[in-house]
């Protein structure tokens, strides 16, 4: 059940909008025997748990822009969100889950705006943000929120050719809810709260017209992504492993778009896309790694705009992994302590699965527009 009511306010100098939002949701969670090998006195279509979720958020807001002058703006957010969570029964686990837990949070965003011409704009920004525990969150005993400090720096540049952007981050974490490489009993990712942690580097993107025919849109992200004093249990010992790989960030991604109009109403773009080597877990585990990969992809499009009854007739063809690269981008990783194989002893025992990605294959369509 949503409600949500919005007010706006805008003349030559300040721009104002304003608003509130309430929302509740109510579901039931439960499991179905759907089959057993030895049932006993059970039957289809039972369920073997139940259990209830409700959640209710208000929330408030107000962000503004104002123009300084024809060189300077400023601009200012102020929100405030007001969460409560609850559940009953138990999980799939057939484990209580009563969970009562409420959450305050007030995310204020501020920012500058310089026009140093036409062409060349520079900008800085800082804002803050809160997320409250999901489900599956509270399931795996997590109750603490996520705090996130964002500051970027920024710059701009317009031409009738060439457009490109960059921008410098910095993001500050507080209990950030990362994924620890585990998967659930029905392959969702579990996660865990890594304490302090951050995300620092730099993003670049363009779009160059290198003639009448061609155009390139490249773009990058170089980053530095760590937990902060991490800690874990390795071989039934709680150790400190300092500074680690925050899971599924990788250091550097980056992408290329060169596209070539053969005719006015034929393109060939080639897509390119490059990720760096990247853990899925926290603890920097080689058995965890993912290799960096880099793919291709050919775009074919043609406008057919004769055709008669209709304005136009799109005709697309796409080969994705044009050359027919074997890579993996996704899986998962676990550990778990054993105690059972040498009595006495705690090991640590590591574990990884992949996900391989399709080699070449082909994709093609046609839109009608009339």
Known sequence: YVVNATVRYKDNLIEVNAGAFYSKYEGDHFGEVIWAQFAGGSQ???????????????????KATYRVNDSWSIYGDLQGRFVNYSTGGITSDKIALEVDESFSFFNPKAGVTFKLNNQNQFYGSYGRANREPRRSDFENGITDSE??????????????????????????????LVLTGAIDDVGAPIRASSGKSYRLGVEVAANLKLGERFNWSPNLAVSSNKNQNFTTTQDGQLVNLGNTNISYSPNIIAGSQLSYNLTAAFKVSLLSKFVGEQYMGNIDSETSKLDSFFINDLNLVYVWETVP????????????????VKYVSNGYFFTYEDDFTNPGTVTTVEGAGFYPQATTNFLVGAAIKF
């Not at 959640?55 to 807001?61: A, P, R, S």
């Not at 009854?309 to 050359?323: C, K």
């Open 44 to 62: 289809l279509g039972d369920r073997y748990y139940s259990g209830t979720g409700s959640k209710g958020e208000f929330t408030t807001f107000a």
């Open 147 to 176: 705090s996130l400090d964002d500051f970027e720096l920024g710059y701009r540049l317009n031409t009738s050719h060439t457009s490109i952007s960059a921008n410098l981050f910095y993001m500050n974490y507080t209990n950030q």
């Open 309 to 324: 009854w209709v304005d136009e007739i799109v005709f697309s063809g796409l080969v994705n992994n044009l050359f027919n």
